[in-house]
């Protein structure tokens, strides 16, 4: 009987509720005489360091140094794609960067020299927000272009045209363990990095950096993450690189643990984006051409902003089939914290760019946007704008028809209607949006994984794999994978924590392709050792190896299981045969390629989809709401673990849901990030969740190519929140006389929602689409 499938709990799950689950920081009572760190941060947003005088903090009891960059051995450099991250800046780039950092034998007695380090600041000219990086020309990239067609003249010849401005907000990761590292030199003399990190292969190629080693004299660790989301796969990079280095400087263990305020302050956030779009389109509504200017807001460095802005490029499109179009793309560059990878890695940005579209479509023609959604989907045989072949495109027609089945989309629209009517202040929205989301590293080379199996003597086994877990339920897969590779009880498997000096050169764990490759590497080697093992057991049953059943701890031939073996009977014999009872596994994504200058190519394995349905219920005199109910199918492939796979589809559907409406970022005039903590940054609660929320995942959905028929998981569905917004602006539309356009922020806040209803109320009608084909 097979373990994969089977919905079983988090294999943690008891840990986390226990709190007997482990992490980074509760191992520092294991290291004797481990140091805290504390930053010392710029009070500018842009100023240059004259000069950093660490005596009087130094003169403080309980303080044992100040780190500087004179103390870095190796490159003072922390950046991943490009080296434009010094560990310790001479230049303070944006507001709160740490400068140096203090050393001491207590945090409060870190904190407190922190304070007392003098830093003479020339400050500088900052340059903050995307419009005015636009305005000075300051960008940290070319222009990306990928390109069908001959969208211009599309454009010109097209019945009816929309052009319009759309800016998106950022995020915070808000992970409930902020990011943490310790680093120690073991008994041998190298470096031991234990760290909150997403990328381990990355953190250690980053701390040999800055101590000028080889690789191999370092070791990172990744136990577990309480969150990430993103926000670990570079970001956890400087936290280890202060850790190494302090350990390096004083041969003792160092611990940087970030409180929450400070991580906030310190670490980038989802992209905020501007994009400047023209849209032409027929009599029924179906999307003719498209021309979209994009722009990511990089921050101060370039982090993975490149790849973040290529991903909102090829997922321009969505579910819809684009038949001429440009997209072009550029990272500014501005003075705020470095903006980095975060759940969908762009994606999220360009879907919502094409679903604005929609929207405006159709309320140009007056049509009800999802009946203009379905007339601009895919079918099978099309192509992407970049090329690749939409595989299984009827799969979002299958969706979408089964979905407003289930939602009762039709009766509940006119039900809505009726409502509205009758209510002059409060109105309900009704919204139904599709997701088609592209699985793979956009970088080829990331499209790899490793695992390695040890089976033991008495028949329990080690697995280690280069996934890392942050709570998304990697190890429970793994485990279900390997019990079933190998044919073993669950509880015969043990999860190893993910080290370098087990699995190298892995990628990070993210991509939403963990399970997907790891997996693939982790049944790879079970099944090596499953073959050994047949010719050991045809062996001693006199049977044919290919017709033997591994099966919950037993060995026996399909016809005779009367006649089975146990498993440890047979591991043992293979280690008296000297038989090897160990292996590594290999997986690299098949077929993956995309040529940056054409614009064309196949950088996705395969597609995920799925459609959600929200209605919300608005508030006219305050702009409050409420999401009243919530009906979601989702595509996993054939589910290796069901509880695992929707809880990550009700949690990313919520966190999207809190991108799109509460989660505010802001920065104040002087470049100073106001929303510091959960008092003022409105992180969605159980309050916010719909009193009914379906969730179900797609039957008869296997996909060929990938580990037992499976998809991911971890992405996706966050995209699936866009029908939030989109129930929002249809309910502040019903404010007004059939508006032409609803202007609706990013974040949809309260506040956002109310003035949206003050524009509707003044006038934006069905008067705005007459006599021009282009409103604006």
Not at 104 to 132: M, N, S
Not at 293 to 300: I, K, R, S, Y
Not at 541 to 549: E, F, I, Q, Y
Request: with cysteine; glycine share 10%.
């Amino acid at each position: 009987m097979s373990h994969v499938g089977k919905a079983l709990p988090h294999e943690s799950a008891r840990g986390h509720v226990t709190g007997e689950a482990l992490y980074t920081e509760d191992l520092r009572g294991r290291f004797a005489g481990a140091l805290s760190a504390w930053p010392v941060m710029s009070p500018h947003a842009h100023a240059r360091v004259r000069a950093i005088r660490p005596g009087p903090a130094e003169a403080l009891p309980g303080v044992v140094t100040v780190l500087t960059a004179v103390d870095v051995p190796g490159d003072n450099d922390t950046g991943a794609a490009r080296h434009d991250e010094p560990l310790f800046p001479k230049c303070a780039c944006y507001h709160g960067q740490a400068v140096a950092w203090v050393l001491g034998e207590t945090e409060e007695a870190a904190r407190l020299g922190a304070a007392r380090v003098e830093v003479d600041w020339e400050p500088l000219e900052a340059i903050l927000g995307i419009e005015r990086a636009l305005e000075v020309e300051s960008f940290h990239t070319e222009p990306l272009v990928i390109r069908r067609g001959d969208p211009d003249q599309a454009l010109a010849a097209a019945p009816h045209r929309v052009e319009g401005e759309l800016s998106i907000g950022g995020q915070e990761h808000f992970y409930l363990e902020t990011q943490a590292s310790i680093a120690v030199f073991d008994e041998s003399g190298h470096l031991f990095v234990h760290s909150s990190t997403q990328h381990p292969s990355e953190t250690q190629e980053i701390c040999a950096r800055l101590l000028g080693l080889p690789s191999a004299e370092v070791t990172c660790q990744s136990l577990r993450m309480g969150g990430a989301f993103g926000g670990k796969e570079t970001q956890a990079n400087p936290c280890a690189g202060v850790a190494a280095v302090g350990a390096h400087k004083t041969r003792r263990p160092v611990c940087v643990r970030l409180d929450r305020q400070r991580d906030m302050v310190l670490t980038g956030k989802r992209h905020p984006f501007l994009a400047r779009y023209r849209a032409g389109f027929d009599n029924d509504g179906r999307l003719l051409a498209l021309s979209v200017e994009l722009f990511a807001d990089g921050g101060w460095s370039l982090d993975l902003s490149e790849p973040i802005l290529s991903r909102a490029m090829f997922h321009m499109d969505n579910a819809y089939h684009l038949p001429d179009v440009s997209v072009v793309g550029r990272v500014v560059r501005t003075h705020v914290t470095s903006q980095t990878a975060f759940r969908g890695f762009g994606g999220p940005q360009g879907m919502l760019v094409v679903e604005e579209v929609m929207d405006r479509i159709a309320r140009t023609l007056d049509l009800a946007p999802h009946t203009v959604r379905a007339r601009s989907f895919y079918r099978e045989g099309d192509t992407t704008h970049y090329g690749q072949v939409v595989k299984d495109a009827s799969r979002i027609e299958r969706i979408w028809s089964e979905l407003s089945g289930e939602a009762e989309l039709a009766s509940r629209w006119e039900e809505l209607a009726r409502f509205n009517a009758d209510s002059p202040h409060l109105k309900r929205g009704l919204a139904i949006t599709p997701v088609k989301f592209g699985i793979s590293f956009t970088t080829a080379f990331f499209n790899q994984a490793g695992a390695l199996v040890l089976v033991y003597k008495d028949g329990s086994v080690q697995v280690s794999h280069g996934g890392t877990e942050m709570g998304q339920g990697l190890h429970t897969k793994m485990l279900q994978i390997a019990a079933d590779g190998l044919g073993v009880p669950l509880e015969a498997v043990r999860m190893m924590p993910t080290r370098t000096d087990k699995v190298p050169n892995t990628s990070a764990t993210a991509a939403s392709s963990g399970t997907d490759m790891n997996g693939a590497a982790v049944r790879a080697a079970c099944l090596v050792i499953r073959g050994r093992l047949s010719g050991v057991a045809g062996r001693m049953l006199g049977a044919d190896p290919a017709d033997l059943v591994f099966e919950e701890g037993r060995v026996f031939p399909s016809q005779s299981s009367d006649r089975a073996l146990a498993f440890t009977e047979v591991v043992s014999r293979a280690y008296l045969d000297r038989v090897q009872l160990f292996s590594s596994g290999y997986y690299r994504t098949p077929e993956i390629h995309y040529d940056v200058a054409a614009g064309r190519g196949k950088p996705f394995h395969y597609f995920a989809y799925g459609a959600a349905v929200s209605e919300v219920e608005v508030d006219g005199f305050t702009g409050m709401y409420r999401l009243r109910r919530v009906d979601i199918l989702h595509d996993v492939g054939d589910s290796l673990s069901p509880l695992v796979d929707r809880g990550q589809v009700e949690g990313a559907f919520v966190q999207g849901a809190g991108w799109l409406t509460t989660e505010e970022c802001l920065w104040d005039g002087e470049g100073r990030l106001t929303t510091r903590g959960a008092s003022t940054y409105k992180l969605p609660s159980l309050g916010d969740c719909p009193p009914i929320f379906n969730v179900q995942l797609l039957a008869r959905a296997t996909e060929p190519g990938v580990v037992h028929g499976s998809k991911a998981v971890g992405e996706p569905p966050f995209m699936l929140a866009i029908s939030v917004r989109e129930a929002l602006r249809q309910a502040v539309a019903a404010f007004g006389e059939a508006p032409g356009r609803v202007d609706l922020g990013v974040p949809a806040t309260p506040e956002a929602v109310y003035w949206a209803i003050e524009r509707v109320r003044g006038g934006q009608s069905a008067r705005d689409r007459a006599g021009s084909t282009a409103v604006r």
